[in-house]
């Protein structure tokens, strides 16, 4: 019998192109390709091994993350919007005092039956229902 996976949700269907990679993914991958093995090969001469090793790495490790990593559903240059905007925009933190609300909230109940005996009392409505 022939399979076929269906995805319970339809955002996490991907399209593959080659090899299983998305079109996304096969972008990443060459665009790592061109940026590393040339300045991998033309530094080696200019660049001390252990420091072009890490220069590299650091430009390549943008174009992989870009075209592989995702967490929560957010893709990288969405995390890295998300982030920036947390850590430069300012927070705005609203502080409720969770026992005056309660209180007060009791407070006001009390009075409105208060009230609703006093109007019943003075004939002004009646009580129904209850």
């Known amino acids: 019998m022939v399979k076929v996976p269906i995805p319970a949700e339809i955002r996490a269907y991907k399209s593959k192109l080659i090899l299983g990679l998305s079109v996304r993914q096969i972008i990443a991958i060459a665009g790592a390709l061109v940026i590393g093995v040339p300045l991998g090969v033309y530094g080696r001469g200019h660049i001390p091994d ?3 090793i890490w220069l590299v790495m650091f430009t390549v490790v ?3 993350a870009w075209g592989f990593f995702t967490f929560h559903d957010m893709r990288f240059e969405q995390l890295v919007k998300v982030m920036l905007h947390f850590w430069l925009c300012p927070q705005k933190r609203v502080y409720e005092d969770t026992e005056t609300n309660l209180f007060c909230r009791i407070h006001e109940e009390i009075i409105e039956e208060a009230v609703i005996a006093q109007r019943i009392e003075s004939g ?3 009580r129904t229902g209850v």
Do not use: G, H, R
């Open 50 to 52: 252990d420091i072009l």
């Open 62 to 64: 943008p174009f992989a």
């Open 124 to 126: 002004e409505y009646e």
